[in-house]
T-cell receptor, first 113, second 112 residues
């Protein structure tokens, strides 16, 4: 089934631990994104990548890093998790940044204790 | 960060009525506008996009865009209980070209 796959679906993580959220798309989209969604704050962009090999910072990048080694994969890493990173994380992709809609994965619910 | 404003609701409409959801945005250069539906605990799902001033219809959904007033709306005709969800308005940031800015969403409740 074409689309975006995120893993894990949910995770409870101790503060200070390192965690990588995985995201894979099979739509051959150039652009990929990571958003976090928090109650009352809506969807906020963490990092983005317009094409393989390039990445950029969004609105709330601190504490997160990304890489884009190929077109399909866009992992998000929390180097040392903190409770404020408790959130639902959505990976998304777009065929043409600035014009085309985003397509979202099913999300990862992360709880940092 | 460009502003995308929506009334949080909840907007309650009876089954069969027209639901009207509104969104204003601050970025005058924006050219692409989207409506997403998000059920509780699920991911956002694209339901409409509009690029030109005027109306665009797709089934029971109509998107309306007025760039001069920086206003985009979504009408849902013959509302059904299954339409109960949060509706997110999204606007591409014209300066950065990389950020799709989302409103915080309007919660819609369709009552039988």
């Amino acid at each position: 089934i074409a689309g975006i796959t995120q893993a894990p679906t949910s995770q409870i993580l101790a503060a200070g631990r390192r965690m990588t959220l995985r995201c894979t798309q099979d739509m051959r989209h150039n652009a990929m994104y990571w958003y976090r969604q928090d109650l009352g704050l809506g969807l906020r962009l963490i990092h983005y990548s317009n094409t393989a090999g390039t990445t950029g910072k969004g609105e709330v990048p601190d504490g997160y890093s990304v890489s884009r080694a190929n077109t399909d994969d866009f992992p998000l890493t929390l180097a040392s998790a903190v409770p404020s990173q408790t959130s639902v994380y959505f990976c998304a992709s777009s065929g043409s940044p600035g014009n085309s809609p985003l397509h979202f994965g099913n999300g990862t619910r992360l709880t940092v204790t | 960060q460009k502003e995308v404003e929506q009334n949080s609701g909840p907007l309650s409409v009876p089954e069969g009525a027209i639901a009207s959801l509104n969104c204003t945005y601050s970025d005058r250069g924006s050219q692409s506008f989207f409506w997403y539906r998000q059920y509780s605990g699920k991911s956002p799902e694209l339901i409409m996009f509009i690029y030109s001033n005027g109306d665009k219809e797709d089934g029971r959904f109509t998107a309306q865009l007025n760039k001069a007033s920086q206003y985009v709306s979504l009408l849902i005709r013959d509302s059904q209980p299954s339409d109960s969800a949060t509706y997110l308005c999204a606007v591409w940031d014209s300066n950065s070209g990389y950020a799709l800015n989302f409103g915080k969403g309007t919660s819609l409740l369709v009552t039988p």
